[in-house]
């Protein structure tokens, strides 16, 4: 079945460095595919997303590009800053299933940012 | 602004009682999901509506129910809570299928069994 890997954490930076989470993912059609993000105490929020492949989904300096051809929506930042420091969750979708579609989740990643 | 609310953020029950979870979405989606979410499992779908009064059992639906009476409503059930059943519970909507299908979040409640 369709499944989500994305690296396990946490992962802890200094601000202003560079962040990569990797994501690779299984699926029988093509999915779209989705970065979320859940800050301290709150649910899950939409961050980006790409719905086909070399689609680049990006938002708040975040960048992921769909890669078909690796499976793979690695989410990056240039710069990252205290206020990032949060849970990332890859996920996707396969968008033609009708009443069976559904989110699939990643485990999620946390990211401490130290100042 | 689009809002997924819950009857509770933090909730302590006992071995043994029922105990229910609301969730409201103001947005008239038609799909509204429940999860649970346990460190180091992620999310995982316990189950899920796509119209009023339809339900569909997800990755982990025992010791659960849920209720749809109306549209902007999805209850989860604990018929009869156990210590296991301690987790983040977060509640979840969307507007249908499709490509875009994002899912609006709720909260949380965290729920400790006792």
């Known amino acids: 079945g369709d499944s989500v890997t994305q690296m396990e954490g946490p992962v802890t930076l200094s601000e202003e460095a560079f962040l990569t989470i990797n994501c690779t993912y299984t699926a029988t059609g093509y999915p779209s595919l989705f970065w979320y993000v859940q800050y301290p105490g709150e649910g899950l929020q939409l961050l980006l997303k790409?719905?086909?492949?070399?689609d680049k989904g990006s938002n708040k300096g975040f960048e992921a590009t769909y890669r078909k051809e690796t499976t793979s929506f690695h989410l990056e930042k240039g710069s990252v800053q205290v206020s990032d420091s949060a849970v990332y969750f890859c996920?996707?979708?396969?968008?033609?299933?009708?009443?069976?579609?559904?989110?699939?989740f990643g485990k999620g990643t946390r990211l401490h940012i130290l100042p | 602004d689009v809002k997924v609310t819950q009857s509770s953020r933090y909730l302590v029950k006992r071995t043994g009682e029922k105990v229910f979870l609301e969730c409201v979405q103001d947005m008239d989606h038609e799909n509204m999901f429940w999860y649970r979410q346990d460190p180091g499992l992620g999310l995982r779908l316990i189950y899920f509506?796509?119209?009023?009064?339809?339900?569909e059992k997800g990755d982990i639906p025992e010791g659960y129910s849920v209720s749809r009476e109306k549209k902007e409503r999805f209850s989860l059930i604990l018929e009869s809570a156990s210590t296991n059943q301690t987790s983040m519970y977060l509640c979840?909507?969307?507007?249908?299928?499709?490509?875009?299908?994002?899912?609006?979040f709720g909260p949380g409640t965290r729920l400790t069994v006792l």
């Open positions: 790409a719905t086909k492949a070399d």
């Open positions: 996920a996707l979708s396969e968008g033609w299933k009708g009443r069976d579609d559904k989110i699939i």
């Open positions: 509506s796509y119209d009023v009064k339809m339900k």
């Open positions: 979840a909507s969307s507007s249908g299928t499709g490509a875009y299908n994002e899912q609006f």
